[in-house]
């Protein structure tokens, strides 16, 4: 066998020009995932909303004009400088709880969303990897279940037999009633990428099941992932909302859903009382609306299609 | 006057996130009626484009940003979609490219047929029907298919329905964009036969958008070849083939050969096309041309009439003008680059190395159960080989004659329904079959895998570096700096040097040839005894397969691995593999020295491969 270079023929032109030929080309690198989050407006608005609450929920002894629990001003009060928003009919000021109610209500969102967005991933994941298998029908099984039972009355059901009534109960009952549709998401999702070359590339390497699973495939759905995390977090933050209205929330802690369910509770809206009333309700909708928004960055990532129109 | 006139035609894509680039650059060229065009290039180098823009097909963020279209006597640069409707597969039509998706999968043909001849023509009911059939009959398809929809017929159906399609109102002018790529050579030769006899008897024209030159060179009257966005040279076919003007174009030339011939000598062009959103100083072939000039790196060549037709080149220029005799020499016919030669001798001495697979009476039947009968299908019958340390042995074959299934048995992954596969390994005997689990993943320390694809084989998620470091680390136990040294040095043999470039790179940053190195670096990873190369070149550019089947070649040679070579292009087999297997139906129907085999084969089915391979020599 032989092979000829034709060394003699390279050798004649510029040796450097030659030894440019085989290099690495000044291929751009994709851009960054948070430059094409941040090139969509939506997402930019979002992302500068939920910024200013987490910077709130941070500083809030800072920025809290009192303490939240502190009544000893007087009730009913209105808007003043000394209570920005007015005071409660126990004589609490409304500004003051506000801002310490985006603590609860970030915290039940970033990790009622991790909660689940993580449950979802694992049996998503594994049963989409095993699809056909006895391993699938048994988590396959199990999702279809979590689907179908209705999430509110179980919800109610678990927190009123439960002891305690702490934030994490909380967190950990949204988590265990909302993973079922991204596990089925996962899923499909999975099952796309399962068959492709590299993942057999990967068996032929020696890698194990969950090696393959959680490092080689799990990777290339990233944003997905970080879709059904924003996703799931708002959904979280307005379940914890909703348990608090209905009295189900945590009543040694301030939250926006527990100063609603106070509202409601001591007649706001027929006292005029509306200010109680409309801003936790206000500044939910608009945590929500911008986490939403951060999602149409985030589907930029997903579909490089759209970011032509982004 | 011409059917079509392009003049100056140039697109820029002007994406949001990205430089802006021109695909098409100052391209001008025009076809006459009843002409057969062929346009040839890497990928990359702007043809499908054109293509697209011929048709006023572009779409965002594409767009025609200069010259002029010009078909039978109208301008379309700029005409409005309403009047396009009208020319559009009346006069104009196109097979695509991904025409296995261009059929509604679910309307059946006929139906689609219907629609295009209803909007088109006077013709209504039955005489549709007939006119279908007419031309289901130039296609050579039965008129059972008529009703059929789209899954029911197999690609090359496909692609002929298709075809059928794109006549079906007599145009004047019909694009076909790499109508073949993806079908088997069989099934291609058929398909451009058929094109090519429909042409001479319609007279329509034909632009033939391809990167394998040895169809273009067989179909076509003249030859237009494209690099980086540009025409960079034209010449009827004939003149191309014996004068080729452009060094690239004599690349191209140089990647094909005949491999009956005595010694069969492959070039391949190094390197990449250039990057066109950069700005290009001098000639955009220059830092892979062998032929080069120092002139060439300021002078941007402009495309002037030379030999029997226009090319853009100041060297081939310089030597028509000094008639061979001044500074710049002779006019050379070859591309004087990197060459992978086989000589007849080399094919001779095969054969001789130990036996370390052997494949014996295998066969594998398919059963699916349908309601009540259980079908059988028969993938492989009776098969018997063996595969040899330090040899590459070629299966041949059609998609469909079981070459898949043979190589899935050897791998492992299913076992076979009767006889047995044999691995003679280091550790002894060693029956091939029912593997799962443990056993499976040992067995593949022994027996690795090269993919055809080498985009969808590398994870686009992950750098080379680990890529290569995972089989080490499973196989070997290797941490720290012995893993590290030892990816180098992988990355070394594969010749991706110097390799701290190469480690930290994702596979989407590299060249086909490139990544598919590190596809074989990976399989070297853990110094298999077997490696399996599924069509390791078919998804690769013509340009540079050579340089993959050199590789495989020096890999062989020095690490004394035995390859199993699954392909369906005798030419490469020929190249690398010393003992070829015909398959064909899942049988065995000849098996021998490449040489022997590919020029005296004693089975029809192996001639009627053998001359499905275009030959325009």
């Known amino acids: ?61 800072l920025v809290a004009p009192h303490d939240p629990l502190d009544s000893s001003f007087t009730p009913l009060a209105g808007a003043s400088g000394e209570n920005w928003l007015g005071t409660t009919t126990d004589g609490r000021d409304i500004a003051s709880q506000l801002i310490y109610g985006s603590r609860i209500s970030l915290l039940v969102g970033l990790f009622g969303g991790l909660l689940a967005t993580m449950i979802a991933l694992v049996i998503g994941m594994i049963s989409g990897y095993a699809e056909g298998t006895i391993v699938d029908d048994i988590l396959s099984f199990i999702t279809n279940v979590a689907l179908v039972i209705p999430t509110l009355p179980l919800i109610i059901t678990l927190v009123a037999y439960s002891e305690v009534r702490g934030v ?50 799990m990777p290339n759905m990233s944003s997905l992932v970080a879709a059904a995390f924003v996703g799931s977090a708002t959904g979280a933050i307005g379940a914890e909302a909703g348990l608090a209205v209905l009295g189900l929330g945590d009543s040694q802690s301030v939250s926006w859903g527990t100063m609603l369910y106070q509202a409601n509770a001591q007649g706001a809206i027929t006292q005029g009382l509306w200010l109680w009333v409309f801003v936790p309700g206000l500044v939910l909708a608009i945590l929500m609306t911008g986490m939403a928004f951060i999602n149409f960055g985030v589907d930029l990532l997903s579909n490089p299609h759209l970011r032509e129109d982004a | 006057m011409s059917l079509l006139d392009v003049k100056n035609l140039s697109v820029r894509y002007e994406p949001k996130a990205h430089r802006p680039l021109d695909a098409v650059q100052d391209v001008s060229f025009s076809i006459e009626p009843g002409e057969f065009v062929g346009l040839i290039g890497e990928s990359g180098s702007g043809k499908t484009t054109l293509g697209t823009a011929l048709l006023r097909l572009l779409q965002r963020p594409g767009r025609i940003s200069g010259g002029s279209i010009t078909f039978d006597g109208t301008d379309i640069t700029d005409l409005s979609e309403d009047e396009l409707r009208d020319l559009r597969w009346r006069d104009i039509s196109t097979v695509f490219q991904s025409s296995m ?35 289901f009959d130039m296609v050579i398809i039965d008129h059972k298919f008529v009703s059929a929809f789209p899954h029911e017929l197999s690609g090359g159906m496909r692609q002929r329905v298709n075809l059928a399609l794109a006549l079906a109102l007599e145009p004047k002018f019909i694009l076909l964009d790499e109508p073949t790529t993806g079908l088997d050579v069989v099934v291609q030769h058929s398909i451009l036969e058929n094109v090519r006899r429909l042409q001479a008897e319609q007279g329509f024209a034909v632009l033939f958008i391809s990167h394998d030159i040895g169809t273009v060179l067989d179909l076509s009257d003249r030859i237009l070849v494209m690099y980086a966005g540009r025409i960079v040279e034209e010449q009827p076919a004939g003149a191309l083939l014996a004068q080729p003007l452009h060094p690239y174009s004599k690349g191209l030339l140089g990647s094909y050969g005949d491999p009956r011939a005595e010694t069969v000598r492959i070039t391949y062009v190094p390197g990449r096309p250039p990057d066109l ?72 001495q095969a054969l001789r190395g130990d036996v370390v697979l052997s494949v014996e009476n295998v066969s594998k039947v398919f059963t699916r ?41 050897i791998t492992g992954v299913d076992s076979p329904t009767s006889g047995r596969i044999v691995f003679h390994g280091p550790k002894g005997d060693q029956e091939v079959s029912g593997f799962r689990g443990r056993s499976l993943r040992d067995y593949r320390s022994d027996v690795q895998m090269v993919f055809q694809d080498p985009y969808s084989s590398i994870n686009p998620a992950k750098r080379i570096g680990y890529i290569l470091a995972r089989p080490l680390a499973n196989y070997h136990g290797l941490r720290g700096d012995a893993l590290r040294e030892r990816v180098k040095e992988l990355l070394e043999t594969v010749a991706l040097t110097p390799s701290e470039r190469f480690v930290n790179r994702y ?38 397969r050579a340089e993959i089947l050199e590789l495989l070649n020096d890999l062989v040679q020095s690490k004394d691995v035995g390859i199993l070579y699954i392909t369906h292009d005798l030419l490469s087999a020929r190249m690398l593999a010393d003992e070829v297997i015909v398959l064909n139906n899942g049988k065995v129907v000849e098996q021998g020295q490449t040489l022997k085999v590919i020029r005296d084969p004693s089975d029809a089915y192996t001639r009627k491969l053998i001359d499905a391979i275009p030959n325009p020599f």
């Open chain 2, 101 to 135: 998706n261009a059929l509604n999968p679910v309307t059946r043909v006929e139906a689609q047929f219907r629609d295009v001849i209803e909007q088109h023509s006077n013709l209504r009911g039955h005489k549709v029907t007939e006119r279908i059939k007419q031309l």
């Open chain 2, 507 to 544: 596979g989407y940053e590299l060249s086909g040839g490139q990544r598919q190195r590190v596809v074989i670096a990976k399989a070297l990873a853990v110094e298999p005894e077997i490696i399996v190369a599924d069509e390791p070149i078919s998804s690769l550019d013509v340009s540079i």
């Open chain 2, 369 to 409: 159960r349908r309601g009540l009968a259980v079908q059988r299908t028969e993938a492989v019958t009776d098969a018997s080989f063996v595969l040899r340390k330090g040899e590459v042995t070629a299966l041949v074959g059609q998609s469909g004659s079981g070459k898949s299934t043979l190589a899935r048995m």
């Open chain 1, 168 to 217: 994490w109960l909380i967190v950990g009952v949204i988590a265990i009633t909302s993973w079922a549709g991204g596990a089925r998401a996962k899923r499909a999702q999975i099952i796309t990428l399962r068959n492709r070359d590299f993942v057999t590339a990967a068996k032929f390497s020696g890698e194990g099941t969950m090696r393959i699973v959680f490092r080689e495939i």
């Open chain 1, 1 to 61: 066998m032989t092979t000829t270079p034709l060394n003699d023929v390279m050798a004649e032109g510029d040796p450097a020009q030659t030894s440019n030929v085989e290099q690495v080309p000044d291929v751009e690198r994709p851009d960054r995932w948070w430059q094409v989050v941040w090139s969509s407006r939506k997402a930019r608005i979002g992302i500068v909303i939920v910024a200013a609450y987490v910077l709130v929920a941070v500083f809030a002894p």
């Open chain 2, 277 to 348: 959103s950069l700005p290009i100083v001098g000639c955009s072939f220059a830092p892979r041309c062998p032929e080069r000039v120092a002139r060439c790196a300021e002078v941007d060549p402009p495309i002037v009439p030379l030999g029997a037709g226009r090319a853009a080149c100041i060297v081939a220029e310089a030597q028509q003008r000094e008639g061979g005799s001044g500074e710049h020499g002779e006019p050379r016919r070859t591309f004087e680059g990197p060459q992978f030669v086989k000589t007849a001798e080399e094919s001779t």
